[in-house]
């Protein structure tokens, strides 16, 4: 079985620019999580999607939203980019819940953006 | 709000040996789940291993190993015989029982001497 995939794996940008940024889950996963990952904050929670309906969602500007589609498959997006966004993003697929016991999340590799 | 602490930023360890990764966690929960995840250079986290807080038996996935004391709100990981392909980074994550997000601690880098 595939696990999470995530694309692009690098991206470079400019301030004020935006961004998207694609999630595919593990098949037969409904729920994708997005966390975003720097050195200064840690791990943070973005959102939560399940079924195409924004379930959770952790305390960031506007600037960052995301939608689902009705094959599970999730992307992110980052409009009018800040140096501050530069960071690892991480999507996480589990099959119900966000990272419940029994449906634990498993995470993509991630995508490293770079905002100059 | 619910807060994971991990103290130790590098803990170093030689093959073979043991090695103990402290985490603790605020909570007012009395029902949720931990998780210890592994992030190697690959970027990928892995689930190493999973407690939920109702059950009183420590869970053990092969060479890794919880001490929960629930009271204390302590949850270590331990792992033995330890292995140069076990060097990564290590994430405590805390998560209520209903739903809601995962909570990282900042993560301690465990390295692997041969």
């Known amino acids: 079985k595939a696990g999470v995939t995530q694309t692009p794996r690098y991206l470079i940008k400019t301030r004020g620019q935006q961004v998207t940024l694609s999630c595919s889950p593990i098949s037969g996963h409904r729920s994708v999580s997005w966390y975003q990952q720097t050195p200064g904050q840690g791990l943070q929670f973005l959102f939560e999607?399940?079924?195409?309906?924004?379930?959770n969602k952790g305390n960031f500007p506007g600037r960052f939203s995301g939608r689902q589609f009705s094959n599970s498959r999730s992307e992110m997006n980052v409009s009018t980019l800040e140096l501050g966004d530069s960071a690892l993003y991480l999507c996480?697929?589990?099959?119900?819940?966000?990272?419940?016991?029994?449906?634990?999340?498993?995470f993509g590799n991630g995508t490293r953006l770079t905002v100059t | 709000a619910q807060t994971v602490t991990q103290s130790q930023p590098e803990m170093s360890v030689q093959e073979a040996e043991t090695v103990t990764l402290s985490c603790t966690y605020d909570t007012s929960e009395s029902d949720y789940y931990l998780f210890w995840y592994k992030q190697p250079p690959s970027r990928q986290m892995i689930l190493v291993i999973r407690q939920e807080a109702y059950k009183q038996q420590n869970a053990t996935e092969n060479r890794f190993s919880v001490n929960f004391q629930k009271a204390a709100k302590s949850f270590s990981l331990k792992i033995s015989d330890s292995q140069l392909g076990d060097a990564a980074m290590y994430f405590c994550a805390y998560r209520r029982k209903s739903w809601g997000k995962l909570q990282f601690g900042a993560g301690t880098q465990v390295v692997v001497t041969p």
């Open positions: 996480a697929s589990s099959l119900v819940g966000t990272g419940t016991y029994n449906s634990p999340l498993h």
């Open positions: 999607y399940f079924s195409e309906t924004q379930r």
